[in-house]
């Protein structure tokens, strides 16, 4: 009898230890691997019981290769509008909890926000063709502009035409709303990095109009920091790279939200006419648009074979086909081919050789 007590007392306190090891698992930087719990027969040397049905638990774990522990690694959501962000905030939440991570997201912001912060973060973001998204946000402002009455109504081969609204509703398309802007903390407008002081936007402002080539070089070095990134072109690809990256044990499934209903049914199709245009207002975007496609293809490869081999970045524009201001817009390529400029304190626009 003593020695079945003594048996007992020893498995319980296996049992005991097994829950502390995993508590202790959950708060430091190891990663659990596998818990197996099983039935064994421990044979009795003495009393009644040939034997005892007990339950053992097998933990197998290793130790996460960062040497901060996930508790107090934080996972940011650089939210870039119009590119899927509402679904990935979502998301990244949830990844983050079950990665014993702290959440940054829900909200728009650049990158400059990421380098005021005093903590190390993981960087994870969504691309989108420049052109899908354009047609996505001018889709969604139709919805909501309300001071625009016209806009409301129009094709969006009038809207492209017109343009006296183009410069009035800049933001639907000017070049880095797609990611160049956002990436390389360059972004001017109130809804992303609130009221600037003027010396601020005046730095901004001046980097955008003449420093294209650099903004590019620094949004794809930006890219290539990042802990993750997708593409909404191609979330199968994505989400599997999101499982690697965060060491999930089931690839991820992007949830669909903030959907625009009325082309939920009724997808836009395009005319050629009208991706050329939209490409040729947003040449930086879409130069990192296509880096973008070739680095994701790179990680891909990189869990196939275990080495990661740097992609060639493209070739930079030597004409970049559209450059604008919040009051011009000046085209040397393209089918919006022109230069036009919006009076102070007037709505009228001055086109010359604009497109008619």
């Known amino acids: 009898m003593t020695r ?9 306190m296996a049992l005991v230890l097994s829950q502390l090891l995993l508590i202790y698992m959950h708060h430091s930087s190891m990663r659990i691997l596998r818990v197996d719990t099983e039935m064994t027969v421990i044979p009795m040397r003495s ?9 053992r638990t097998r933990v197998t774990f290793t130790h996460s290769s960062s040497t901060v522990p996930q508790r107090q690694r934080v996972l940011l959501h650089l939210h870039i509008g119009k590119n899927g962000g509402t679904s990935l905030d979502g998301l990244g939440k949830r990844l983050a909890k079950e990665t014993f991570r702290q959440f940054i997201g829900y909200r728009h912001f650049d990158w400059s926000y990421i380098d005021s912060l005093s903590t190390k973060v993981d960087v ?6 420049p052109v899908e998204r354009a047609v996505s946000h001018f889709s969604s402002a139709q919805l909501w502009m309300k001071q625009l009455q016209h806009f409301r109504n129009l094709t969006l081969g009038d809207y492209l035409h017109n ?11 000017f070049d880095g709303q797609a990611g160049v802007s956002w990436l390389t903390g360059t972004h001017t407008e109130d809804w992303v990095v609130g009221k600037l002081n003027a010396s601020e936007l005046s730095r901004r402002q001046d980097l955008y109009e003449k420093n294209a080539t650099e903004l590019c070089l620094l949004a794809a070095e930006r890219l290539d920091e990042t802990l993750w990134f997708g593409i909404l072109e191609d979330l199968p690809k994505s989400m599997a790279l999101l499982q690697h990256s965060l060491r999930l044990e089931e690839t991820p499934v992007l949830p669909r939200g903030n959907a625009n209903p009325r082309h939920a049914t009724q997808p836009r199709v395009l005319s050629e006419w009208e991706s050329e245009a939209i490409a040729s207002l947003e040449p930086m975007d879409m130069w990192l648009y296509q880096y973008g496609k070739r680095l994701m293809q790179a990680r891909l490869d990189a869990i196939q074979t275990g080495t990661f081999v740097p992609p060639e970045r493209p070739p930079l524009p030597k004409v970049w086909s559209c450059v604008s201001t919040s009051t011009s817009l000046d085209c040397k390529e393209g089918p919006l081919k022109g230069s036009y400029w919006l009076k102070r304190h007037s709505s009228m626009l001055i086109r010359k050789n604009g497109p008619k």
């Open 163 to 173: 343009s006296n609204l183009l410069l009035q509703t800049r933001s639907i398309w």
């Open 124 to 129: 994870i973001t969504m691309l989108r063709n």
């Open 47 to 55: 009393g009644n019981l040939s034997g005892r049905n007990l339950t």
């Open 4 to 12: 079945n007590r003594s048996i007992c007392i020893q498995v319980g």
